[in-house]
């Protein structure tokens, strides 16, 4: 519910993680671009592995977000 979260986001100082159900790298591109994580969780199983998961934490970094 990203709606819900940049609701969130106005309304708290608490950092907020999201991410662990999400299953492509698009999908993680959107949640980067929307600004509303200050930690993504990845789920290595779901977004296809090793490799998926190194360019997501790569894009990770470059947004200067937080990764678990």
Excluded: C
């Amino acid at each position: 519910d990203r709606e819900g979260y940049r609701q969130l986001k106005t309304q708290t100082s608490l950092k907020l993680g999201y991410g662990e159900r999400e299953w492509t790298e698009a999908n993680y591109d959107r949640v980067l671009e929307d600004g509303l994580s200050d930690v993504l969780g990845l789920d290595h199983g779901r977004v296809g592995g090793v490799t998926a998961s190194w360019r997501i934490a790569q894009r990770v970094r470059d947004h200067g977000v937080k990764f678990n």
